[in-house]
């Protein structure tokens, strides 16, 4: 498993290779963000309601000649005046693409601030570049159910 200065170095050069229009990307996107209110399960701590929502996103290419997978997940909670999220950082293997926390968690990677920061810019470059109309990005963006066990 990769460590997390490594990544954070990759993440920064793919980053950079995806600004200079060099990188292939292949992102897949799954997420309740925009699903109905009233679907969206909630949660009840100390006084406070939480909707709940949740978003994966897949980040594949090749890189340096090997293929290159993460996966991200993030878990927000919004109520009427805060919002908070868990942010998760996953490198399976390449069969693996699967948006279930439970299958995802053996490959877990220790995320600090740094390295959930590393994988946003990643994400905003990505998304600036689509709206550029790159021909370099190919996304998908699907909703999703959520349900809290």
Same mark, same amino acid.
């Given at each position: 498993? $990769?460590?997390?200065?490594? /990544? ?5 050069? +793919?980053? @950079?290779?995806?600004? *200079?229009? %060099? ?40 890189? $340096?000649?090997?293929?290159? /997978? ?5 878990? +927000?909670? @919004?109520?009427?005046? *805060?919002? %908070? ?65």
């Amino acid at each position: 498993m $990769k460590s997390q200065k490594v /990544l954070q170095n990759e993440l920064r050069e +793919l980053t @950079k290779l995806t600004r *200079q229009g %060099r990188q292939n990307w292949e992102v897949i996107v799954s997420t309740t963000e925009y699903n109905d209110s009233q679907e969206k399960p909630t949660v009840n701590e100390e006084g406070v309601t939480w909707e709940v929502d949740e978003c994966y996103v897949s980040y594949h290419t090749t890189y $340096k000649g090997e293929e290159f /997978l993460l996966i991200s997940y993030e878990m +927000l909670h @919004k109520s009427e005046n *805060q919002q %908070r999220s868990t942010n998760l950082i996953f490198l399976p293997p390449l069969g693996i693409r699967y948006f279930d926390i439970h299958t995802l968690l053996p490959y877990s990677i220790e995320a600090d601030q740094i390295l959930a920061y590393e994988v946003h810019q990643l994400w905003e470059t990505i998304l600036s570049e689509k709206k550029k109309g790159s021909s370099m990005i190919s996304l998908d963006v699907s909703p999703r159910q959520l349900t809290i066990e």
